[in-house]
């Protein structure tokens, strides 16, 4: 039921997370819990372009789908005519480390849901990735859209090397070893802030979820990434 309402909501308000994209099943399967609960939500991207009234369709299905939510909207043009009831908006660059801070200022706590439905543009999904991953709260989602930008010349993709570091796809495949990085053979090993924190990594058709919490299950061979008697 639950993904007939998202899609519901976001055809009532215009949003191409349905009937263009196919994201309602996805998010209703991983958000669902959340509908009730006071999260703070923000979505890189509030659409339009350069128009200040077009746009905001995504930040109205999200406002009305989580009723106590604060819903927060980042995007490169103005889009101030978008505030509202619940509805915060802040002008900047998703890779941009000012404009970022900027905004957390308002939210030092951080986020439950981050969605990156941005630019596209593979350096700055990597770059918002890599900035914005500290501040998803635990048990918290950061979602990325549109990943097939991962395969186009013209975002910065490239289809010659699929595990390219420079692209989105291939930084989120590496992310897969993030989650078994306690089972790794390598004693001098330091563990990054994924290693520890990243504990699911969902993929569907151009959309990734990945899933913050506490990554530190142990292993039953593995001691201080050694295998025992090695």
């Not at 999260?39 to 999200?62: C, F, H, K, N």
């Not at 993709?157 to 989650?179: F, H, Y």
């Not at 924190?197 to 061979?221: C, D, P, Q, V, W």
């Amino acid at each position: 039921m639950s993904t007939q309402e998202l899609a519901q909501l976001a055809t009532e308000h215009g949003s191409d997370k349905w009937n263009g994209h196919w994201y309602a099943g996805p998010y209703a399967t991983h958000l669902e819990s959340l509908r009730q609960q006071p999260i703070t939500l923000l979505e890189i991207g509030i659409g339009g372009y350069g128009d200040p009234e077009a746009g905001g369709a995504s930040l109205r299905m999200w406002r009305d789908y989580f009723p106590n939510a604060q819903i927060v909207g980042l995007d490169y043009y103005d889009k101030s005519p978008h505030a509202g009831e619940r509805v915060r908006v802040y002008k900047g660059s998703q890779a941009d480390p000012v404009a970022i801070a900027r905004m957390l200022n308002d939210f030092p706590g951080g986020f439950d849901v981050i969605i990156d439905d941005g630019s596209h543009q593979n350096e700055h999904v990597i770059a918002s990735l890599y900035m914005l991953w500290q501040y998803v709260k635990p048990e918290g989602w950061y979602i990325v859209e549109d990943l097939q930008t991962a395969y186009w010349p013209n975002h910065g993709g490239r289809i010659s090397d699929l595990n390219s570091p420079q692209t989105s796809m291939g930084v989120l495949k590496s992310l897969v070893d993030a989650l078994n990085w306690e089972e790794r053979h390598q004693p001098t090993y330091q563990p990054s802030s994924f290693d520890t924190t990243l504990t699911g990594l969902h993929f569907y058709h151009n959309l990734a979820f990945l899933k913050k919490g506490n990554n530190r299950e142990g292993s039953t061979e593995v001691k201080a990434n050694r295998i025992t008697g090695v």
